[in-house]
C-alpha cells in the first residue's frame, strides 16, 4: 500500500476543504473576530463580560450537532441530554468536595465529561449498532432528553441526595465555581475561559473534518453502503462521532453551571432540545464556522428578547427555523456568502 | 378474577393510550415517509377544539368529530405550504415539522393563556369485585378497534387506498401510471392530522388541557412508532402498542408512571436491536420467505 501523505494537523484546520474560511480572507476574518473577542472586556464591564460569555457557552455543543448532522449526516434532537448530564454530574462531584475545590474541580471535569461520553457510549451502541433508519435516531435521542428531564424533576426532596448534594427536583441544584487554588473563574477570568474554550474546540473540530477520519464520517453521510464497501465499519464511526458530540455538549453543560452556579431539569426540555437543532440549521449545517457565528448571535437574541419578558422569542426562533429551512435549506451563512459572491461575479462582468 | 379483569384493563387502556398517541403519526410515516413532529401539537388543537366547542354547548361526539375536521383541514393547509416542499428530505422535514410545533405551542399559549376549560369525563363506572372501571375508557378501547378496522379497510379495499399503497411502493412509477401522486400526499397527510386531531379530542377528558400538552404524548407516541416500523402500517401499530403496553402495564402497576415510560424506552432499545425494521417486519419477513419456500 503507498505510504500517504499525512498532512500537516495546524495546516489541515486552515486550509483543508471541508468548511468556509479556509483563504487568507477567511483567516483574516476570523483572526479579526477572535481579536474583538480578545479586546472586549477592555471596554466592557464585568456583568457585560459575563453575559457576553453566556452566548458564547453553547457554542461548543452547536459545534458537536454540526459534526454530527452537517458532516456526518445523523441528526439529534438530544444534545441537551449530555449537557445535564454532565452539569449535574459536576454539581455531584464538585459539590462533594468543596473542602478541596481544586480537586473537585478537576474530577468534577472529568467525571462530567465522563459520564456524558459514557452515556453516549451506551445509547449509541444500540442505535447504531442496530443499524436503525436515519430518521430513529433524532427520535429516540428526544425521547431521551425528555426521559431525563422527567426523570430529573422526580428528584425533589431528601431521598435524593447524593452525599451532601441534594438534586433538588424542579428547585434545581446549585453548583460551585470552577476554582484552582485560590483562583475563582468569574467574571473576566471566566470570560476568558469560555473564549479559549470555544476557539479550541472550533480548531479541533477544523482540525478532524480534515484528517482522514473526517472523510469517512462525510463519505458515510454522503453514502453510508459504499463507505462501508470501502471497508470501513460505519456503526464504529458513527458511534465516535455521537460520542464526541455528547462530549462536545458537555463541555458546555460544564461551562454553564460553572456560569451560573445552578442547574434545574428544565435544561433539558422539550423547548431546550430544540435550541442545538435551530442554531446549527439556521447557521449552516456543514460549516463549523457558520454554526459559530449563528450560535453565539441567536443566543444574544433570545437571551436580550426573553429577558425583555419578551414571549415571541420561541415563535420567532420558530418562524426563522421554518423559513430558513424552506428558502435556504443549506444555511444562512452559507446561503449570504453565495448571494454576495454572484453579486460581485455580476459586478464583474457589467 | 377481578384482579385478572383489573390487570386486563391497565392493559387496554396502555395501549389504546398508545395507539391513539401514535396513528395519525403512522399514517403518515407508512404511507409518506414524513415524520411529524408537530404531531403532539396536532392532538393539542383537536383537544383545544373540541374544547371550545363542548363549552358552546355542543354534544361532545360532534365536538369530537368537529375537532378532527377542523385539524385534518389545518393539516392540509400546512401541507401545501410548508410539508411538500420536504419530500424525499427526511431530516428536513423532521426539523422543519419542529419549527412547527415550537410555533403551534407558544402561539396557543399566548392566544389562550395557559390554560383551557377541562371536559368532564363522559359516561360512568363499571364495577367488578372491588374495581371500577371507567365505561369512557372501555369506549376508547372500542373506539381503537374501529379506528384500525376503518383504516383496513380503507387501505385494502378501496380505490384511493390503492393508490396510497401504490405510491408508497414506488412514487415514480405510480406517477408513470397516471396515479396523482401529489394528491395521495396531501389526502393522507391530511388523514393523518384528522386522527390526532381526533385523538386529542377523545384524550382531552382524561387529561388537562394546555398548550404544551402535546408533549406528553411525544415519547409514548415516537416510541410506538419506532418499534412498530414503517413496513406494515396497521400490523406495526397493533403489535408494537400492545407488546410495549405489555411492558408497561406491570412496571408502571409496580413502581410508578415514570419508570414505566423508561421502560418503553430500554423496551424499544432493546427491541430495535434486535428487529431493527420494528416489530411489522416479521410478518413481512415470514411472509417473503414463505414465498420463497
Not at chain 1, 438530544?78 to 459539590?95: I, T
Not at chain 1, 434545581?172 to 467574571?187: E, T
Request: hydrophobic share 55%; glycine share 12%; net charge positive.
Amino acid at each position: 500500500m503507498p505510504q500517504k501523505r499525512r498532512p500537516n494537523p495546524l495546516r489541515a484546520a486552515f486550509t483543508g476543504p471541508h468548511d468556509i474560511g479556509r483563504t487568507p480572507p477567511g483567516w483574516a476574518l476570523m483572526g479579526l473576530i477572535l481579536l474583538g473577542f480578545l479586546l472586549y472586556p477592555a471596554t466592557a464591564s464585568a456583568f457585560s463580560a459575563t453575559n457576553v460569555a453566556y452566548y458564547l457557552l453553547n457554542i461548543p455543543m452547536a459545534l458537536g450537532l454540526s459534526l454530527l448532522w452537517g458532516y456526518g449526516g445523523i441528526l439529534s434532537f438530544g444534545q441537551v441530554a449530555f449537557f445535564a448530564v454532565a452539569g449535574y454530574v459536576y454539581g455531584v462531584v464538585a459539590g462533594n468536595m468543596t473542602a478541596d475545590p481544586t480537586l473537585g474541580s478537576i474530577l468534577g471535569i472529568l467525571a462530567g465529561l465522563g459520564a456524558a461520553g459514557l452515556l453516549a457510549l451506551i445509547f449509541g451502541y444500540f442505535i447504531f449498532y442496530a443499524r436503525v433508519a436515519a430518521w430513529i435516531v433524532p427520535i429516540l435521542t428526544l425521547v431521551l432528553a425528555l426521559l431525563l428531564s422527567t426523570f430529573l424533576g422526580l428528584t425533589a426532596g431528601s431521598a435524593w441526595k447524593v452525599g451532601d448534594v441534594a438534586l433538588g427536583g424542579y428547585n434545581g441544584m446549585n453548583i460551585p465555581s470552577l476554582q484552582i487554588g485560590n483562583f475563582i473563574f468569574q467574571d473576566y477570568a471566566f470570560y476568558y475561559l469560555t473564549v479559549a474554550t470555544v476557539v479550541l474546540c472550533f480548531i479541533g473540530l477544523r482540525i478532524r473534518v480534515n484528517s482522514h477520519r473526517g472523510q469517512v464520517l462525510i463519505a458515510l453521510r454522503e453514502d453510508p453502503l459504499r463507505t462501508e464497501l470501502l471497508g470501513y465499519d460505519v456503526r464504529l464511526e458513527q458511534l465516535v462521532a455521537f460520542v464526541i458530540a455528547a462530549v462536545l455538549s458537555g463541555i458546555s453543560g460544564l461551562l454553564y453551571v460553572t456560569w451560573g452556579n445552578y442547574i434545574t431539569p428544565s435544561v433539558t426540555s422539550l423547548a431546550q432540545a430544540s435550541l442545538p437543532v435551530i442554531w446549527v440549521a439556521v447557521g449552516g449545517r456543514d460549516s463549523l464556522f457558520a454554526v459559530m457565528i449563528l450560535t453565539f448571535l441567536l443566543n444574544q437574541l433570545t437571551y436580550v428578547l426573553s429577558s425583555a419578558g419578551n414571549q415571541y422569542a420561541l415563535i420567532i426562533t420558530g418562524v426563522l427555523l421554518v423559513a430558513v429551512m424552506l428558502f435556504a435549506p443549506e444555511g444562512l451563512i452559507p446561503r449570504l456568502i453565495e448571494l454576495g459572491r454572484k453579486a460581485l461575479r455580476l459586478k464583474e462582468a457589467t | 378474577m377481578a384482579e385478572i379483569v383489573s390487570l386486563l384493563y391497565q392493559f387496554g387502556t396502555n395501549a389504546a393510550f398508545l395507539l391513539l398517541a401514535a396513528l395519525g403519526l403512522i399514517v403518515i410515516l407508512g404511507m409518506m415517509n414524513i415524520i411529524n413532529l408537530a404531531h403532539g401539537e396536532f392532538m393539542m388543537l383537536g383537544a383545544y377544539a373540541a374544547s371550545a366547542a363542548v363549552h358552546r354547548g355542543l354534544p361532545f361526539p360532534l365536538a369530537v368529530l368537529l375537532s378532527a375536521v377542523a385539524v385534518g383541514v389545518f393539516g392540509i393547509v400546512l401541507e401545501r405550504l410548508v410539508v411538500r416542499h420536504f419530500y424525499g428530505r427526511e431530516l428536513g422535514a423532521l426539523v422543519v415539522t419542529w419549527g412547527i410545533s415550537l410555533i403551534l405551542s407558544q402561539g396557543t399559549l399566548i392566544a389562550f393563556g395557559p390554560f383551557m376549560a377541562p371536559i368532564a369525563i363522559p359516561g360512568g363506572a363499571l364495577t367488578v369485585g372491588v374495581y371500577s372501571f371507567s365505561t369512557y375508557w372501555l369506549f376508547l378501547m372500542a373506539i381503537c378497534v374501529v379506528l384500525l378496522a376503518g383504516l383496513g379497510w380503507l387501505y385494502k379495499a378501496t380505490e384511493f387506498g390503492l393508490q396510497a399503497r401504490a405510491t408508497m411502493q414506488n412514487a415514480a412509477m405510480a406517477r408513470a401510471l397516471g396515479i396523482r401522486v401529489e394528491r395521495v400526499y396531501m389526502i393522507t397527510f391530511g388523514l393523518g392530522s384528522a386522527l390526532a386531531g381526533l385523538s386529542g379530542a377523545l384524550l382531552a377528558p382524561t387529561t388537562s388541557i394546555a398548550p404544551f400538552m402535546g408533549q406528553q404524548f411525544v415519547a409514548p407516541a415516537f416510541i410506538t412508532v419506532v418499534v412498530g416500523g414503517g413496513a406494515s402500517v396497521i400490523g406495526g401499530a397493533i403489535g408494537s402498542s400492545s407488546l410495549l403496553s405489555l411492558v408497561e402495564t406491570p412496571v408502571s402497576f409496580l413502581m410508578g408512571s415514570f419508570w414505566g415510560s423508561i421502560a418503553l424506552l430500554v423496551t424499544a432499545l432493546v427491541l430495535i436491536r434486535i428487529l431493527p425494521n420494528g416489530v411489522s417486519s416479521l410478518r413481512l419477513r415470514r411472509r417473503t420467505r414463505g414465498a420463497r419456500g
